[in-house]
């Protein structure tokens, strides 16, 4: 006998947890849920005392054909809630429509508007801290946390531009929770060490300890099973044993390389199912300022700018995400000028190519591959300008010397596309609602969803669509 659930879950991730969290709360108490989880549980306390955030290489779960590009991702309970940075902030709405305003790329089949109050329940469910000045985004409410301090250039460049430079939004708590101190400023935000931090380990895992919830760990999806088109179940290897369970909805919250290649192993096709596999590319940047100091404590990373991210130039090249460095991994060796440097990190969205996919190979079914053929000339022409614009955009501050990075980032850990989300079932796997178009009991979550690639960090947006998602399921 195959043992039958209401509703089967794949994943502990953010996508997984916030569904997780609105399907609960409106659920009977009959309701019977089984999450199956690849990873292992490691609590925070093994994390830090063996420096990992998690047990398992994710190298061994997947195949890189192009090594030299890095996709970062953490397989264990709580998914990237494990190693990720916490930075939050929300997509800008002409990042929904970039066909409409700028004629390039597509439009989202949803809006800014109508993701709003989910943007603003996520924020207020992670405790983030964010600017109380201001916003670049329309916000319907305020930030739940007071921002973080402010370095002294910092101030310079929000003096230069008030309304384009802001604090950033994270998850790292300004102040204390009832769950969570204040942040420690010490700069090592992939693991903190005190718990400052929001991860699905330390604020959601009591969801997943719900009497109506079955949580299987070590469990390898392997396929949706379909009959007629209808999503019945899941096959999944534990222990080396493959086994079955039934369900009336099933639930993708995978990540954007495993979600494609369990479709792939189903056989739920799709011309676009695993193509537009892409992230952001960043470049770093080191400024020598000539007698202004940095490092006034505060957390990690601690301004966003926006001077180079929307507006026409985005109809001939990319725009991009200006964030401020706080970490004294980069102190300067002069006697009396340590203190007396800035890194900036910019952050360009890219154009989706098909080029760039997720590969099924039936002859090695249990392994991803990932194919990469490098970023769009839509950012690498951003990237060119950037020598001839940066010095008058920094213009305010004292520079000394300043050096751009003459090679992007290997990862910005955000890995995008595979199944998007789109109004015509010809031209996206899934609709507004996260909901696959052939199989209409399955929702595929996460950011494989995405259609573009904004130059914000898409965890916010990730969790909103997953609140999103559940709340159209269930009205």
């Not at 973080?148 to 008030?162: E, G, W």
């Not at 090679?407 to 696959?436: C, F, N």
Request: aromatic share 8%.
């Amino acid at each position: 006998m195959i043992e039958k659930f209401d509703l089967i879950l794949v994943g502990t991730g953010f996508a997984s947890s916030f569904f997780l969290n609105t399907f609960l709360a409106k659920a009977k108490p009959t309701t019977r849920i089984l999450v199956l989880e690849r990873g292992r549980l490691d609590t925070h306390a093994w994390q830090v005392n063996n420096r990992r955030n998690t047990s398992q290489n994710p190298n061994d779960t997947f195949i890189n054909t192009h090594p030299q590009k890095k996709w970062r991702f953490t397989p264990s309970f709580g998914g990237g809630s494990n190693c990720w940075w916490g930075v939050t902030p929300r997509m800008m709405p002409n990042d929904f429509r970039m066909q409409s305003a700028y004629g390039v790329g597509v439009d989202w089949p949803i809006s800014y508007e109508e993701l709003e109050t989910f943007y603003a329940r996520t924020e207020e469910m992670m405790s983030i801290s964010g600017p109380d000045d201001g916003s670049p985004f329309p916000r319907s409410t305020p930030y739940p946390q007071p921002p973080h301090r402010f370095t002294d250039p910092d101030k310079v460049l929000k003096k230069a531009y008030p309304d384009l430079f802001f604090h950033l939004p994270t998850a790292r708590a300004s102040k204390s929770t009832p769950n969570r101190p204040r942040c420690c400023a010490t700069g090592v935000c992939n693991l903190c060490p005190i718990n400052a931090k929001f991860t699905v380990l330390h604020e959601m895992k009591h969801l997943y300890e719900d009497s109506r919830v079955t949580l299987i760990l070590e469990a390898i999806v392997q396929t949706v099973e379909t009959q007629a088109g209808v999503a019945t179940g899941v096959s999944y290897l534990k222990n080396g044993v493959v086994s079955q369970a039934g369900a009336d909805i099933v639930v993708l919250g995978g990540n954007a390389i495993f979600n494609p290649h369990i479709l792939q192993r189903s056989h739920i096709r799709h011309p676009l199912l695993g193509k537009y596999l892409d992230e952001q590319i960043a470049l770093k940047v080191t400024i020598d300022l000539d007698g202004l100091n940095n490092f006034q404590g505060s957390t990690s990373n601690t301004g966003h700018g926006y001077m180079l991210y929307d507006g026409e130039h985005r109809k001939e090249h990319a725009g991009c995400l200006i964030e401020t460095w706080n970490t004294p991994n980069d102190l300067r060796i002069e006697q009396g000028k340590w203190q007396q440097r800035l890194i900036l990190r910019i952050i360009y969205e890219n154009l989706p190519n098909q080029q760039n996919y997720i590969k099924y190979d039936p002859n090695n079914p249990d392994l991803p591959e990932t194919v990469y053929t490098g970023p769009s000339d839509y950012a690498l022409k951003a990237m060119k300008k950037l020598p001839s614009i940066l010095p008058g955009i920094l213009g305010s501050l004292p520079i000394e010397n300043l050096r751009i990075g003459d090679r992007p980032h290997s990862t910005e850990a955000h890995i995008l596309g595979t199944t998007v989300m789109g109004h015509d079932p010809q031209t996206s796997v899934i609709d507004k609602h996260l909901i696959h178009h052939q199989v209409r009991n399955l929702l595929v979550l996460g950011s494989g969803a995405f259609p573009t690639v904004a130059p914000a960090n898409p965890t916010l947006t990730i969790s909103a669509l997953s609140l999103w998602a559940a709340h159209h399921l269930l009205n």
